[in-house]
């Protein structure tokens, strides 16, 4: 076999290879580039869309009071605990009262001394006012006898010096009973005042609620400010949620809110807005938002993590389409929907929109049927070939 031949065969099976290879890229290309894209229905449909701002926080009491004592002492007695109910001057705490009741015996006897010391300066005083009144009628008739010569004027003078110190012995009465009566004032405030002491012994719940926390026990000494335990007031229980100031113009009191709580994310409970922040965290470019709850887990605690879903806008009856189903190209919205087989794109016009659907104001209907990719790594282009799966 000669030479030529040989190498004539060789350059066959060489171009037979590579126009195999050749085959197999394209047939690769063709089968990625053009060959149908398995991809999911999803048929467009009529239906409520509500627009919400969602704000994270927690479980707060509106009214709420720290339990704490106006004097010093130590505990005798705590009547209630956490999680019992208590109702406004119900007696939550006792403070050992001994040491106080005697002091309040005491102002007591002092009270009742200083007034016995007035009805002895009282008596002094009658005692005064007829030595005065005896002067006064012997001078008198001293005076009266003195113009007949009757009497000498040394008499009509000790007669007139006895007047003198009677009258004082008055003012000097009427003094000492203005003193003790001020003695008496004095003894009834000093009484007063330890029977204050002693009713601080006892302290009553300010208002009903619930006993959240319980923080000393028995024989703990408290002071002034010690906390003793928390009490809450049922009558308004929030969610006060940090919301982003951008959604500040959408939000208004009275909107209705969804609260879920983080211990069951699968139920909301309906809540209202009451009222909104006027300061806005520097930092973190939030507001507080205080909503409502009008409904509450059976088991719930202050201070709970909770989001919070205001429902800001509300539409009835209109094209909705779930929101991961839109498409942006080229700065447009769309979606894909299939014609003859391919892939088709469809600029649409959005609406309302919330965290899983969005309205769909012009260029979808209902019966029409959007299309996206089965497998993720696909990519879905105008005119692609597909097969619904």
């Not at 007035?118 to 005083?125: F, G, S, Y």
């Not at 010569?149 to 003078?157: F, H, I, P, T």
């Not at 008496?184 to 601080?200: F, M, W």
């Amino acid at each position: 076999m000669s030479k030529r031949w040989v190498k004539a065969r060789r350059f066959g099976w060489r171009l037979f290879q590579l126009v195999l290879l050749a085959a197999v890229i394209g047939g690769a290309v063709y089968w990625m580039k053009f060959s149908p894209i398995p991809v999911a229905e999803h048929p467009v449909e009529r239906g409520r869309i509500v627009s919400e701002v969602m704000g994270t926080g927690t479980l707060e009491a509106r009214v709420e009071a720290t339990i704490s004592p106006k004097i010093s002492g130590r505990i005798k007695r705590v009547l209630s605990d956490q999680g019992e109910r208590v109702v406004e001057d119900d007696l939550l705490v006792e403070l050992d009262d001994e040491e106080l009741q005697q002091q309040v015996a005491i102002a007591d006897a002092n009270v009742a001394a200083s007034r016995a010391a007035i009805a002895r300066l009282m008596a002094d005083k009658d005692r005064a006012t007829a030595a005065y009144t005896q002067a006064k009628s012997s001078h008198d008739r001293n005076e009266k006898l003195a113009v007949q010569s009757a009497v000498s004027q040394d008499e009509l003078d000790r007669s007139s010096e006895a007047l003198a110190v009677a009258l004082t012995g008055i003012s000097r009465a009427e003094a000492a009973i203005m003193e003790g009566q001020k003695e008496l004032v004095a003894a009834e405030k000093t009484l007063d005042y330890h029977r204050a002491r002693l009713e601080d012994c006892h302290i009553h719940a300010p208002f009903d609620g619930m006993i959240v926390s319980r923080n000393r026990e028995l024989g703990d000494v408290v002071v002034p400010g010690t906390s003793i335990m928390r009490l809450i007031s049922l009558d308004q229980i929030w969610v006060s949620a940090w919301v982003d100031e951008t959604e500040m113009a959408k939000l208004d009191a009275e909107q209705p809110a969804r609260i879920v709580f983080r211990s069951d994310p699968s139920q909301a409970y309906t809540g209202k807005v009451v009222r909104l922040g006027i300061e806005t965290d520097r930092e973190t470019r939030e507001f507080i938002v205080d909503i409502d709850a009008l409904e509450l887990p059976k088991n719930w605690a202050v201070g709970q993590r909770a989001d919070a879903y205001i429902e800001v806008a509300r539409k009835d009856d209109v094209v909705r389409l779930l929101g991961d189903l839109i498409v942006n190209r080229d700065g447009h919205t769309g979606v894909f929907i299939v014609v003859n087989h391919r892939a088709v794109w469809r600029p649409v016009m959005i609406g309302l929109r919330n965290r899983n659907a969005v309205e769909v104001v012009d260029g979808l209907q209902p019966g029409d049927v959007v299309i996206t990719p089965t497998n993720r790594s696909d990519v879905l282009n105008h005119g692609r070939k597909v097969v619904s799966q």
